[in-house]
């Protein structure tokens, strides 16, 4: 799988769709883990309960049964140690003494008559006698010196003695602790793995989508031949790919229409034309008196222009529905623009128009170069049908980025006024114009149908100035050097 | 020279036979493909002619079948389509020529020509070119008149250059745009005719007897005789 894009993996969607869905994840088996928390909590504590309540009632009833002499407190302590050894939840500890268990009894007075477990139990009486516990149920007590703190059941016995039994809650929360941190271990680990999976699932998945448009984007407004990938799978992408090429195909079989349109158009208005231009030649060729001669080459001439029209309205059409066939070769701008400039001088020099060109050396582009050389010799027939006697004409030839600017001004009197919004439609042109309206048809046609942009206005201080911005697509379609553009003078 | 035209509309089937046999060429003309196959096989021509709109078939693939049946004469290919299609590009490449209809009889004669020089190369090419008392020397860029050396551009010798090699025939102005400036374009202006009226100021200029003549409606000639 190749990845060609040059964006950062983070802006990519199937980042963020990741993000997203294991953020989705993470929450959900937070939450499962919460409630699975809080179950084993309660039912570790329930259970505690249970344990403290029935032994509490045990040790109550050996309290009150066993004589008061003097193995009382030996009798009652060695079945609270017992107990104590029988506490649930309880982790192996090395110590010799049980501190996560007490047993206590308080005197009638308030005086601490047996003491089971760690410590003298003076600070458990007191905090016992501090928080006035409830008889029917095991409650929390916090001690001071003991971190954690203890469950806690008390019994009253028959003598008015009261006797509690705790169990600290140490191990509890060391058993929750021990669980909190194992999930916490694998909900990362599944979390990373999740987000692994559906990172590189949507990526696949999208590269299909990056393949798709890449290969849509190279379909160029004019080259409809080729089409987008499809992959083996039939999921949503293929449909993708399959109505993207359903749409290619109608959309080229529609072009072609077009194409056969002109074609024979240009083929049915072309052969009579040869014909006819043929005709009047030979006759021009037998005719050695000037007064026939005349008209005969006057209409040979009147021909060529319908010719040149012809040619002109039916690439303007194709063009106006993107569809103007292009032979691309290799056109240096820089080149082609100081031969015009040969060309055109002589001419606009005997109107006294004055023609500048600033170019900063060889500015390559791709593109067809009869249409480029005939949009090129337009902009020029365009100046010299138009200026006044003495203007100037200056071409500004840049490329900024991935384009190539040309900037054609004048000194003129510009565009004139009525027929400004409408500069590139057919059959505009000025009223003291005698073209055939065709010719910034043409050219904007051109750039179109390059992938490029114009715009034509005209300046603060006079004249028109015309732009032109051609893309210098070079990477997608092959160049072939033309023998034709690549003169030297 | 032997031509076969391969052209079906009879109209310009018949200028064409009667201008081409006018400049010198033994014509044979055909109106099929099948046709043409069979005068290909039966006799040896010099050029052939293909338009390339035929009844039975597509003029490329007509030129490609002659080719296999030997026929290794140059071909000149007449298209009624606008954009130049990428096979007859590459035949083009091959050595052969095209023209777009409709065309001046002076262009189709002039590549006719080239086409036949190109596929016999005779001797060296000459470094001098004379005509009249026009000279011009190719290698030292320098061009006389009556012995007198002419002040030409760059530009204006190339002109000159083309219509001393074209000596006694016409020109076209698309011909000259092409082959002096290597573009197929038409202008609606005069550029051309400027480029010939400065060059004829200097050539003609001082002269009892102008060489460069304008012929309305076709093109221009370079005077021989």
């Known amino acids: ?489 | 020279m032997r031509l076969l035209l391969i052209e079906d509309e009879l109209d310009i089937q018949r200028f064409l036979r009667h201008s081409l046999e006018e400049a010198g060429y033994q014509v044979e003309v055909a109106g099929s493909v099948k046709r043409a196959e069979q005068l290909a096989v039966e006799g040896v021509y010099d050029v052939l002619i293909v338009d390339l709109g035929l009844p039975d078939g597509d003029g490329i693939s007509a030129i490609l079948r002659l080719r296999q049946l030997g026929v290794k004469a140059p071909v000149l290919i007449l298209s009624a389509r606008r954009s130049v299609d990428d096979r007859v590009r590459g035949l083009e490449q091959g050595g052969d020529d095209y023209l777009t209809k409709p065309f001046a009889l002076a262009e189709l004669l002039a590549r006719l020509r080239n086409l036949i020089r190109r596929n016999n190369p005779s001797a060296n090419e000459a470094t001098r070119l004379r005509v009249l008392d026009l000279e011009l020397d190719l290698l030292r860029r320098e061009a006389t008149r009556a012995g007198e050396t002419l002040q030409l551009t760059r530009q204006e010798f190339v002109l000159l250059e083309y219509l001393c090699r074209n000596a006694g025939r016409v020109v076209t102005r698309s011909m000259i745009l092409d082959q002096v400036w290597g573009m197929r374009i038409q202008p609606d202006t005069n550029v051309v005719d400027v480029h010939i009226y400065r060059l004829r100021g200097k050539v003609d200029g001082k002269s009892q007897q102008p060489l460069i003549r304008t012929l309305r409606g076709v093109g221009y000639v370079l005077k021989d005789r």
Not at chain 1, 97 to 116: A, I, M
Not at chain 1, 222 to 239: A, I
Not at chain 1, 301 to 309: A, G, K, P, V, Y
Request: charged content about 25%; glycine content about 8%.
């Open chain 1, 1 to 489: 799988m190749s990845s060609k894009t040059d964006k950062p993996v983070m802006r990519s969607a199937a980042w963020r769709i990741s993000l997203w869905a294991t953020l989705a994840f993470a929450c959900g088996t937070l939450l499962v883990f919460v409630f699975l928390h809080q179950f084993v909590a309660d039912d570790i504590g329930r259970r505690s309960d249970a344990w403290l309540s029935g032994e509490v009632e045990v040790l109550g009833d050996v309290a009150e049964h066993t004589p008061k002499d003097s193995v009382y407190d030996r009798v009652v302590g060695e079945v609270a140690e017992l107990a104590g050894k029988e506490v649930p939840n309880r982790l192996q500890s090395d110590d010799v003494v049980n501190d996560s268990v007490f047993f206590l009894q308080e005197g009638t007075d308030g005086t601490l008559k047996l003491w089971v477990g760690a410590g003298n139990g003076e600070p458990n009486l007191k905090a016992i006698q501090a928080k006035n516990l409830p008889s029917d149920r095991p409650v929390d007590l916090h001690v001071s010196g003991f971190s954690t703190p203890f469950r806690v059941a008390s019994v009253r016995i028959g003598d008015g003695s009261r006797i509690y039994l705790g169990l600290s809650e140490r191990d509890e929360i060391r058993v929750l602790r021990n669980l909190r941190f194992r999930f916490f271990l694998v909900w990362l680990a599944l979390v990373l793995f999740g987000f692994g999976i559906v990172f590189f699932t949507t990526r696949r998945m999208l590269s299909h989508v990056r393949g798709i448009t890449e290969a849509a984007s190279r379909i160029g407004r004019t080259d409809l031949s080729t089409r987008v990938p499809m992959t083996s799978h039939n999921d949503e992408v293929t449909q993708l790919a399959l109505t993207l090429n359903h749409m290619l195909d109608r959309i080229e079989s529609s072009m072609h229409q077009l194409h056969t349109i002109t074609d024979s158009l240009a083929h049915d208005l072309r052969s009579p034309l040869t014909a006819i231009r043929g005709k009047l030649e030979s006759s021009l060729s037998t005719t050695r008196d000037g007064e026939h001669a005349e008209p005969i080459a006057s209409a040979i001439e009147e021909l060529d222009r319908l010719t040149d029209f012809l040619n002109k309205s039916l690439d303007v059409a194709e063009a106006k529905a993107d569809a103007l066939r292009l032979d691309r070769s290799e056109i240096d701008m820089d080149e082609l623009l100081r031969i015009m400039i040969d060309l055109y001088e002589p001419s606009m020099s005997e109107r006294g128009l004055k023609v500048q060109l600033m170019s900063s050396g060889p500015m390559k582009i791709v593109g067809d170069a009869a249409l480029i050389h005939r949009m090129i010799a337009n902009l020029f027939d365009n100046e010299l049908k138009h200026l006044p006697d003495g203007c100037s004409v200056t071409m500004k030839l840049d490329s900024q980025d991935d384009a190539t600017t040309l900037l054609v001004e004048d000194n003129g009197p510009g565009f004139p006024l009525e027929i400004r919004p409408h500069l590139f439609e057919r059959r505009v042109k000025g009223r003291e114009s005698n073209g055939h309206g065709l010719g910034l048809a043409f050219v904007e046609a051109v750039v179109r149908a390059h992938g490029g942009t114009i715009s034509a206005s005209n300046r603060e201080t006079g004249g028109a100035v015309i732009i032109i911005s051609i893309p210098l697509s070079a990477v997608e379609h092959p160049v072939a050097a033309s023998p034709e553009v690549a003169r030297s003078n």
